[in-house]
């Protein structure tokens, strides 16, 4: 499977089941329009859906999936899991199942405020990634996450001075490669990307 972040603007996902695996899952699409359709809805899940159907999923149900963009299958029945699979591939939409077998995965994910993190095995040790999230977000220096936020500034910076690509790249990494880039983050933002400039070069 091929990594992708994806804007949750204007997408429309239908959550097919409302139990707890169906709750973590939204829990990673809450900023798209949900729907959920089950006879059983977690409470929590009802607060994050656009629009609740309490109801026992049955063909008129099924017939929602061509409307949206994204299906996740969570009811606890595998065989009907594996029909809205079916569905959903033979009509070109994304389709998540609890069972396996649908065309994308949602990730174990760590969040910071300038980048993300995601782990994933494409399913075949689901333990593995929440494990490995878990080590990260102890290892990770918050540094990381004043420097994403500088050298995006300084890529804007860079991007009015340096038009070639190529050369803009290379820049960034020289930053990123230097231990006194590092050390100015102990300064204030000024300081730092005065710093962060110098090492770049390209007449900033």
Same mark, same amino acid.
């Given at each position: 499977?091929?990594?992708?972040?994806?804007?949750?603007?204007?997408?429309?996902?239908?959550?097919?089941?409302?139990?707890?695996?169906?709750?973590?899952?939204?829990?990673?699409?809450?900023?798209?329009?949900?729907?959920?359709?089950?006879?059983?809805?977690?409470?929590?899940?009802?607060?994050?859906?656009?629009?609740?159907?309490?109801?026992?999923?049955?063909?008129?149900? $099924?017939?929602? *999936?061509?409307?949206?963009? !994204?299906?996740? +299958?969570?009811? @606890?029945? %595998?065989? &009907?899991? #594996?029909?809205?699979?079916?569905?959903?591939?033979?009509?070109?939409?994304?389709?998540?199942?609890?069972?396996?077998?649908?065309?994308?995965?949602?990730?174990?994910?760590?969040?910071?405020?300038?980048?993300?993190?995601?782990?994933?095995?494409?399913?075949?040790?689901?333990?593995?990634?929440?494990? $490995?999230?878990? *080590?990260?977000?102890?290892? !990770?220096?918050? +540094?990381?996450? @004043?420097? %994403?936020? &500088?050298? #995006?500034?300084?890529?804007?910076?860079?991007?009015?001075?340096?038009?070639?690509?190529?050369?803009?790249?290379?820049?960034?990494?020289?930053?990123?490669?230097?231990?006194?880039?590092?050390?100015?983050?102990?300064?204030?933002?000024?300081?730092?990307?005065?710093?962060?400039?110098?090492?770049?070069?390209?007449?900033?």
């Amino acid at each position: 499977m091929v990594p992708l972040l994806i804007s949750p603007n204007h997408l429309r996902v239908l959550f097919l089941g409302g139990g707890n695996v169906a709750m973590r899952k939204a829990e990673h699409l809450k900023d798209c329009r949900i729907t959920v359709v089950a006879e059983s809805i977690k409470e929590e899940l009802k607060e994050i859906a656009h629009k609740v159907v309490e109801d026992r999923i049955h063909e008129d149900s $099924l017939s929602l *999936i061509e409307q949206h963009d !994204l299906v996740i +299958a969570a009811t @606890d029945d %595998a065989e &009907l899991n #594996s029909r809205i699979v079916e569905r959903c591939i033979s009509s070109n939409i994304l389709v998540n199942s609890v069972d396996g077998g649908g065309n994308f995965m949602i990730p174990s994910t760590l969040r910071r405020d300038h980048y993300t993190v995601c782990a994933s095995t494409e399913g075949l040790a689901p333990v593995f990634p929440p494990f $490995l999230i878990g *080590i990260l977000e102890g290892i !990770l220096d918050p +540094a990381y996450d @004043d420097m %994403a936020r &500088l050298i #995006s500034e300084l890529r804007l910076e860079l991007k009015e001075r340096l038009p070639d690509q190529k050369k803009r790249a290379e820049a960034l990494e020289k930053v990123l490669r230097d231990p006194l880039a590092w050390e100015a983050l102990g300064e204030d933002d000024e300081t730092a990307l005065a710093t962060m400039r110098r090492i770049a070069g390209a007449g900033l």
